[in-house]
Structure formats: structure tokens, C-alpha cells
């Protein structure tokens, strides 16, 4: 069974950085997409940014520039830097593996 885990997560102000992680337990991981998504209150869960098993990525045009997406096959987990931050990058932020699995998310709040 595949098992998903966001972390990472926290209080930042306006301008600061985090990075988040996300582990994915067994093999499926190396040879599979995966994407970041990201849920704010009363919104629509939106897609955040994308990286490919050979490490090609892409991104929402809300966070080209400032956001970094990166994966360590040998560790299976995936990183999200993110840079430059906003208010309203304000969400809980979900990893998604293959389109398949998702994990639980993890809260970034961004004060103003």
C-alpha cells in the first residue's frame, strides 16, 4: 500500500521561504509524476506544480519564479521550495503521486 506524507509546513511572514517534503513509501515513486496541489479556505484544491520521473518540471503561472519543485529518488521524496511567499499562497498543500495517491496535507500560513 502506498502511503504519502507532507511536512514541512508552518507560519511564515510575507517574503520568507519554506521548503516542503513529501515521502512516499514503496517503489512506486521513481518512475511516476508527481505534483504538488494546494487548498485555501472556501477555495477549490488547485494544482501548484508538476515534476516528471526524469525531473522536468512545471508550474502554475501563480508561482512560477518563486516556487522550486525537486525530487531524491533514492530517498522517494519530493521538495517544494518555496520562495518569495505570499498571503496568498496561504493553504494546506497536498503531494500527489501519480495521480493516484494523495497524502494529508500540510498547513502554510503567510501573514501579512
Known amino acids: 500500500q502506498v502511503q504519502v506524507a507532507e511536512s514541512g509546513g508552518g507560519s511564515v511572514q510575507a517574503g520568507g521561504s519554506l521548503r516542503l517534503s513529501c515521502a512516499v513509501s514503496?517503489?512506486?515513486?521513481?518512475?511516476?509524476?508527481m505534483n504538488w496541489y494546494r487548498q485555501a479556505p472556501g477555495n477549490v484544491r488547485e494544482w501548484v506544480g508538476r515534476i516528471a520521473s526524469d525531473g522536468s518540471t512545471n508550474y502554475a503561472d501563480s508561482v512560477k519564479g518563486r516556487f522550486t519543485i525537486s525530487r531524491d529518488n533514492a530517498k522517494n521524496t519530493m521538495y517544494l521550495q518555496m520562495n518569495s511567499l505570499k498571503p496568498e499562497d496561504t493553504a494546506v498543500y497536498y503531494c500527489?503521486?501519480?495521480?493516484?495517491?494523495w497524502g494529508k496535507g500540510t498547513l502554510v500560513t503567510v501573514s501579512s
Open positions: 500527489n503521486v501519480a495521480s493516484l495517491f
Open positions: 514503496g517503489s512506486i515513486f521513481s518512475s511516476n509524476p
